[in-house]
């Protein structure tokens, strides 16, 4: 197998790529949203705040079997390295996985990175696949979906009004986007509450925001073609920022729309802030996107509350994915 990095702008090779992504989808998690080269191009250019993957390619006489990519930091997290790879459905068993994790571990050797984690939707064969290659099963998360034509609004606004005085002192604030340059510090110190969501088994350092990576957060959304909305509650006594939701739709496929953080400062909690932040979130996007379907989300099995919201919203488990770590640093 020929492995070769993929160029943002190499139209051919990203059309390759989308052509497989989807192809593994449709074998492994055939409700994941179709991809397009379009996507991949803006992914691959933009990352999620200003730190892309690289992404390669493996070919075997003239055709796509696998691909790979490897995202690491410079924020933090300075000893590990993200890999997502996957085969063909039609090519497996035939030693491109390896050949593929082969090539991702001499990248992160290169970079000086020895902690490596991945992910996989639970099967027996990724379990067997990871534990072959020394990877050890640490964290469970779940993928939800909400259907927006589903929400029981009646009940949704009982439950709102029920836990508006567990909240007394917080007011809900529809954010604006692009944050104004002097708030963006307040942002980064709210957004790291997000810090205390549980990751299990999984062996990584709290992240480190700050306003420049929260700017290159939004700008990585326009940059991906993705409008953002953020919804923050903030203590008024204090005026410190409280907690925060975020969603992110599609501009090119409005129908589509992904939740990103939700968080509460652990000052904070206890006042049903989660709830009443998803809820207003859920208000605007009606009105603000009217032909808005679906947002997914994922949260850690373990994290009993933020499911217990998600439940009550009415969102739908899709599948389990299963992230795996392995340690370099013995070898």
């Known amino acids: 197998m020929d ?38 191009a803006r992914q691959f250019t933009w990352g999620w705040d200003g730190e892309p993957a690289v992404p390669f390619l493996g070919m075997v006489d003239g055709r796509a079997v696998a691909w790979g990519s490897i995202a690491t930091s410079d924020y933090d997290n300075f000893d590990m390295a993200y890999f997502r790879f996957d085969v063909h459905p039609d090519h497996r068993r035939q030693g491109h996985g390896s050949a593929m994790l082969a090539h991702l571990v001499d990248e992160a050797r290169a970079r000086n990175r020895t902690n490596l984690i991945t992910d996989a939707w639970e099967s027996p064969a990724a379990d067997a696949f990871a534990v072959h290659h020394g990877f050890e099963r640490k964290l469970a998360s779940i993928n939800r979906r909400q259907h927006l034509a589903e929400v029981d609004w009646s009940e949704l606004d009982r439950r709102y009004d029920e836990a508006l005085p567990h909240a007394a002192g917080y007011v809900l604030e ?87 953080d939700t968080s509460v400062v652990r000052a904070h909690r206890g006042r049903r802030l989660g709830l009443l932040l998803k809820t207003d979130m859920l208000r605007w996007l009606a009105e603000a996107e009217p032909v808005l379907e679906t947002v997914d989300t994922w949260n850690a099995e373990s994290n009993d509350h933020m499911i217990g919201v998600n439940e009550v919203l009415g969102y739908r488990v899709l599948g389990r994915e299963w992230a795996y770590q392995r340690s370099l640093a013995a070898d």
């Open 174 to 260: 529809r954010w604006p986007v692009p944050t104004p340059a002097e708030r963006l510090d307040d942002l980064a110190r709210m957004a790291s509450a997000i810090n205390d969501a549980p990751l299990d088994d999984l062996d990584y350092e709290d992240e480190v925001f700050t306003g420049a990576r929260m700017r290159a957060y939004e700008e990585n959304r326009v940059g991906r073609h993705e409008r953002l909305y953020r919804v923050v509650a903030r203590h008024a006594p204090s005026g410190e920022l409280a907690g925060q939701t975020v969603v992110a739709v599609e501009a090119d496929h409005p129908t589509r729309g992904h939740q990103h």
């Open 3 to 40: 492995i070769d990095p993929i160029k943002p702008d190499d139209a051919a090779s990203l059309e390759e790529w989308a052509a497989l992504v989807n192809a593994v989808a449709d074998a492994d998690a055939p409700w994941e949203h179709p991809t397009t080269a379009e996507d991949g």
